[in-house]
Structures are given as structure tokens and as C-alpha cells.
């Protein structure tokens, strides 16, 4: 891209201070500064100007979720069901690692952060141990996809290569990076990030499975026949994944994705809860749900919207390849962007100042035929890290991990 195209594109979306230190840059940085204008998509911040049309809800209706005594009574069978699909090589698991963390607020990756107390124990160590419970139970190795983003791949790639892949087999692992997306102040004005570098973020879970594709990676998953991926979180360290049990239910009621789910644990609990919407499966954020919804009963007197979903979900791919020809709604997210001020020099802000867009795998769920909500124990398999102190965080995970007997 030209300079003289550089400035018609940024002057139709009102941003031309990107351009501002253009002079001041050395023949290299202006080079990357115009390749960055020419890849980045500038039409989603004129969606900040009119948030009323972003993410609207449609008739929502309860969802009643698959819960432990169906489970418990059926176990041998789903478990059956799980192993011989993992046996056969038909099940992955999709790490999503490509988040900034920026309420834990580590320089690091957040699978890097160390939780031990007395050795150390990082959350990816946490995650790989975990799914080596299913290696051990299957006898076969599981494929392990890990997302990462243009912030964090190279030092996590190196964190698992320095840590010898935590015991996992090397061959099983694949690394991908996502897509970015601008950072924008609260006028939607993008920041930069130095006087050649626009900020840029992570632009979202939601786009894990494009990114797959896009990156060449989804080849492994035709080549090896995998039917069925397991999506889940970095930050949770109970989280269990390729669970066979869940495996097995969901392919046994034949739905097209299984979601984990818990009981909520307060009418008001910040979690997503799954619902009907529209008459599809669906998940309301904690925020978008109203009191009638929050205080709305079942037939059996409990709680209508009580099954939270926890970031862990198992997608058949045939019925993703679909999904992801559908248009995904994206998010206006209010986050904590560094930027450099008027005198260039780089700020870290303490609290949020600006938004950045995000798809979130959530609406995945919408876009898909059914969805079963499978419960699972909270204290067994939900320990989430999302800040260092109090509610979800550090501390709470440690406690967490030491009720389910993990020395730290
Ligand atoms: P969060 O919503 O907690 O976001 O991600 P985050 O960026 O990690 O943390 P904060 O909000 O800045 O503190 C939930 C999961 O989705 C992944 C995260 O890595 C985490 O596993 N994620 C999030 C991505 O992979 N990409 C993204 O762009 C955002």
C-alpha cells in the first residue's frame, strides 16, 4: 500500500493521526506502519458509534441442561461411548490461549503464571496434567490445539518447548495464532502503540475456528478424521477436557455441540447462563439478563436460567464448517489498552480506557442446531483465574486445587 492510499483509507474512517510521526520513521517502520493500515479492518469501530445494534437478544426461554443423576446413571455407558470416539482419533482438544489477561495483569502469557506455593506450577502445566488423565485412560495420545495471538505465540511456544511440553507428546501439540483487531479510545479513535504501531488486540474467542482454517491447521483435522473438538479455556485449572463422559453423552443425544455447565451459585453470579433464544440454543451474559429473568421459576420451583456455562465446549466439526459460514455478531469490549501519549511515551494504564472488538465463542452456540448442557461439579471442575485477588482469581483457584487434593 501507498502512502497516498494509506491516507484515502484512513481519512474515510476519521483517522488520520495514525499517520502523524509518519516523517519521523526510518524506511522499515513506514513500511510495516502502511502494511498495517492495508491488513487491519477499520469498518468495526463505527460500530461504537451506534451500540444499539450490536448483540440484540431475541425471545428467550429456558434450556433445561442434562444434570448429575441422569449423568451419574448413565456414566458407564456415555464414558463407553467417549472412549472408543478418542480411541479412534475422533476427538481434539482446542486450547484457547490467545487472550491478553489483563485483569491478571502479567507481562506473560497467562498459562505461564505460576500458581505453586512451595514448587512451581504454572496454569498451562495445570491444563496438559489434566489432559493427560485422559491420555493415561484412553491409551492414545489426544491432539492438542493451542491459540495463541500475535502478543503471546512466541513466548508460549517457547514456554512449552523450555517446559518439554509438560510430559505431552510434541507431535500432538499444533500452535495457531488468531486475528487482531484495533484498540480504540472511547471516541474511536484508534490508539497507537508506538509512533509506527497501531494497538492492536486479540480480536476474540469466536474466530478460534477461521483461525484454524485460515492458518492451514484445519488440514490436520480433515487429514485425521477428528469429528469433534473440545474448546476450552486457559484460565480454568479444574477444567477437564475430551472428558469422556461428556463426549459420550453428547454424541449418544446426537446434538452438535455440548456445553459444560454448573449450577449457579447465586441468582446474580456473573456467569453466562444457557437458554433458548429464539427458540435455539443460546447463552445470556450475567449482564444482559433482567430480574424477571434472574427470578424466573421452572415446573419444579428452581431457578429457570440456574446452568452457568464455564468456557468448555465440545463442537462436532461437520456442523462447525456450517457455523462458521454464518455472520457472527461482535462485541464492543471495555479493556485497558496502552497507548503513547502526546509526548510518545508509552502508557500502561491501571483502569480501562477504551474498547476493543472481540467474537466470542459463546454465539457460536446460536448458530448451531442444538446444544446440550451437560452439568458438571463445580468444586470438581470450575477454579477460573481471571484476577490475582478475590472472586475468580488466584487465590480462590489455589483453594480450589487444594480441596481436590493438588499439592502446591
Ligand atoms: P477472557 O474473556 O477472560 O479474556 O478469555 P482475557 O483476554 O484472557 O482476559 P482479560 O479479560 O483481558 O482479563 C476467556 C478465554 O478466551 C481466550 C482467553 O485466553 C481465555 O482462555 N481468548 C480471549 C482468546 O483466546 N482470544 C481472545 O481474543 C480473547
Known amino acids: 500500500m501507498t502512502y497516498a492510499e ?9 483517522q488520520l493521526h495514525i499517520l502523524k510521526y509518519y516523517d519521523e520513521l526510518s524506511e522499515d517502520e513506514k513500511k510495516e506502519l502502511l502494511q498495517q493500515i492495508e491488513s487491519v479492518d477499520l469498518s468495526v469501530i463505527e460500530l461504537c458509534k451506534d451500540k444499539s445494534e450490536l448483540a440484540k437478544k431475541g425471545k428467550i426461554e ?27 482419533g475422533k476427538v481434539a482438544a482446542v486450547l484457547l490461549a490467545g487472550g491478553m489477561g489483563t485483569r491478571l495483569g502479567s507481562d506473560d502469557p497467562k498459562g505461564m503464571y505460576n500458581i505453586g506455593l512451595t514448587k512451581d506450577i504454572y496454569i498451562f ?29 512466541d513466548k508460549t511456544v517457547a514456554f512449552f518447548e523450555q517446559m518439554n ?12 495464532m488468531q486475528d487482531m483487531a484495533p484498540a480504540v479510545d472511547y471516541d474511536g ?37 477428528i469429528e469433534w473438538l473440545n474448546v476450552f479455556a486457559v484460565d480454568n485449572v479444574l477444567q477437564r477436557m475430551a472428558d469422556p463422559c461428556f463426549v459420550g453423552a453428547t454424541i449418544a ?8 455447565v454448573v449450577k449457579k451459585n447465586a441468582p446474580d453470579e456473573k456467569v453466562g447462563v444457557m437458554c433458548l433464544e429464539d427458540g435455539r440454543p443460546s447463552i445470556v451474559e450475567y449482564y444482559e439478563l433482567t430480574e424477571e429473568l434472574m427470578n424466573a421459576k421452572d415446573e419444579k420451583g428452581e431457578p429457570a436460567y440456574n446452568f452457568g456455562v464455564i468456557l468448555n465446549y465440545l463442537f462436532r466439526v461437520a456442523d462447525l464448517e456450517e457455523i462458521v459460514k454464518k455472520s457472527m455478531p461482535l462485541h464492543i469490549v471495555e479493556k485497558k489498552i496502552s497507548y ?11 483502569a480501562p480506557n477504551g474498547y476493543k472488538f472481540e467474537t466470542l465463542v459463546l454465539d457460536m452456540i446460536h448458530l448451531a442446531k442444538n446444544c446440550l448442557p451437560f452439568e458438571v461439579v463445580r468444586e470438581k471442575e470450575f477454579a477460573p483465574i481471571k484476577n490475582k485477588t478475590g ?3 488466584v487465590e480462590s483457584a489455589r483453594a480450589l486445587l487444594q480441596k481436590n487434593g493438588v499439592t502446591l
Open 62 to 88: 429456558p434450556l433445561g441442561a442434562m444434570q448429575l443423576d441422569e449423568i451419574e446413571a448413565n456414566k458407564e455407558e456415555f464414558t463407553a461411548i467417549g472412549l472408543d470416539a478418542i480411541r479412534k
Open 391 to 393: 472472586i475468580d482469581s
Open 165 to 176: 511440553y509438560f510430559g505431552y507428546n510434541k507431535e500432538y501439540v499444533t500452535f495457531f
Open 125 to 153: 502445566e495445570r491444563i496438559v496434567r489434566n489432559l493427560l488423565d485422559v491420555v493415561d485412560e484412553a491409551g492414545v495420545w489426544v491432539h492438542l490445539f493451542v491459540m495463541t495471538s500475535d502478543k503471546n505465540h
Open 253 to 260: 443425544k446426537d446434538c452438535a455441540v455440548g456445553a459444560k
Open 6 to 14: 494509506a491516507y484515502k483509507k484512513l481519512e474515510k474512517y476519521g
Open 340 to 350: 503513547i501519549d502526546e509526548n510518545a511515551n508509552l502508557v500502561k494504564p491501571e
Open 189 to 225: 479513535h484508534v490508539y497507537m502503540e508506538a509512533k509506527g504501531k497501531m494497538s492492536m488486540s486479540p480480536n476474540g474467542n469466536g474466530g478460534w475456528f477461521s483461525s484454524m482454517d485460515k492458518c492451514g491447521v484445519l488440514d490436520i483435522v480433515r487429514k485425521n478424521r
